[in-house]
Nanobody, 122 residues
Framework: VQLQASGGGLVQAGESLRLSCAAG???????MGWFRQAPGKEREFVAT????????YYSDSVKGRFTISRDNAKNILYLQMNSLKPEDAAVYYC?????????????????WGQGTQVTVSS
């Protein structure tokens, strides 16, 4: 199953971006998530959403600024990123969980997209 992330780019601090992730098949029964990896750092959790989209969970570093959502009819996952900071710069990955509930554990996610680059200038 292919997960295709898009929407990354170069923005200035304080601006917004919306990432999208298209699933190759219906993922409506699976929780989804976004992770990111900055140069020289390990990949880290950003946000997750349950299969129905009723439950979301965020890392402390993005809470209040980022919003994860999904459109199960279109099999698309979104990440709205507002008030971007230079420390948000990273390659962002979407992932599909093996479970219906959201999780911050990378091991719970069995399928990963190729990543989209987000660069934030100060």
């Amino acid at each position: 199953v292919q997960l295709q992330a898009s929407g990354g780019g170069l923005v200035q601090a304080g601006e917004s971006l919306r990432l999208s992730c298209a699933a190759g098949r219906t993922s409506s029964n699976n929780a989804m998530g976004w992770f990111r990896q900055a140069p020289g750092k390990e990949r880290e959790f950003v946000a997750t959403i349950s299969w129905r989209g009723c439950s979301t969970y965020y890392s402390d570093s993005v809470k209040g600024r980022f919003t994860i959502s999904r459109d199960n009819a279109k099999n698309i996952l979104y990440l709205q990123m507002n008030s971007l900071k230079p420390e948000d710069a990273a390659v962002y990955y979407c992932a599909r969980s093996r479970f219906s509930y959201g999780s911050a554990r990378q091991a719970d996610f069995g399928s990963w997209g190729q990543g989209t680059q987000v660069t934030v200038s100060s």
